[in-house]
T-cell receptor
């Protein structure tokens, strides 16, 4: 079974530039998550989708971050304009269930962003 | 929201020894407690989880214990091996529409051969 696919694996940009990350979850997984992991810290949830609807985006800095999951499968996360503090690994995860029955989250390998 | 605290932040053990990592959580309604292992350059991977209706769960060399009264849970790894070296994260669900997981700050485990 193919895992969660993410691209690009690495991206270096200058502050105020924009960047986009792509995620393809495991086939059949209704729930998709984007996490931000700053070096030395645990993953922090940015946004959760169930199918193509947003379940929670309360921790997404909406002035610069946006995410979409148009057809309920792939998702993109965009940052515009980037700040130095956005340097982190952006992890995409998916799960079969949701809510009380979420169960295991399957993570991709992440996209490492460096903002200079 | 849920607050998850994890300690120690780093742990170094000799191969064959045991390792214990502890987490505390704040939301008494939380009922699911997973542990994830993250190797360098990879995403976290679930290694064991426990639900609030049991106090302990074991899977070969790893076990998790839960104390709901004290609101803490622990990961126990016995007979550690070099391949156990990684960063371990505990998590607990944040009450809300999606029951999203809040992760602890992580423990870097180093097993010395």
């Amino acid at each position: 079974e193919a895992g969660v696919a993410q691209s690009p694996r690495y991206k270096i940009i200058e502050k105020r530039q924009s960047v986009a990350f792509w995620c393809n979850p495991i086939s059949g997984h209704a729930t998709l998550y984007w996490y931000q992991q700053i070096l030395g810290q645990g993953p922090k949830l940015l946004i959760q989708f169930q199918n193509n609807g947003v379940v929670d985006d309360s921790q997404l800095p909406k002035d610069r971050f946006s995410a979409e999951r148009l057809k309920g499968v792939d998702s993109t996360l965009k940052i515009q304009p980037a700040k130095l503090e956005d340097s982190a690994v952006y992890l995409c995860a998916s799960s079969l269930g949701a809510g009380e029955n979420t169960g295991e989250l399957f993570f991709g390998e992440g996209s490492r962003l460096t903002v200079l | 929201g849920e607050n998850v605290e994890q300690h120690p932040s780093t742990l170094s053990v000799q191969e064959g020894d045991s390792a214990v990592i502890k987490c505390t959580y704040s939301d008494s309604a939380s009922n699911y407690f997973p542990w994830y292992k993250q190797e360098l350059g990879k995403g976290p991977q679930l290694i064991i989880d426990i639900r609030s209706n049991v106090g302990e769960k074991k899977d070969q060399r790893i076990a998790v214990t839960l104390n709901k009264t004290a609101k803490h849970f622990s990961l126990h790894i016995t007979e550690t091996q070099p391949e156990d070296s990684a960063v371990y994260f505990c998590a607990a669900p944040r009450r809300g529409a999606g029951n999203m997981l809040t992760f602890g700050g992580g423990t870097r485990l180093m097993v010395k051969p």
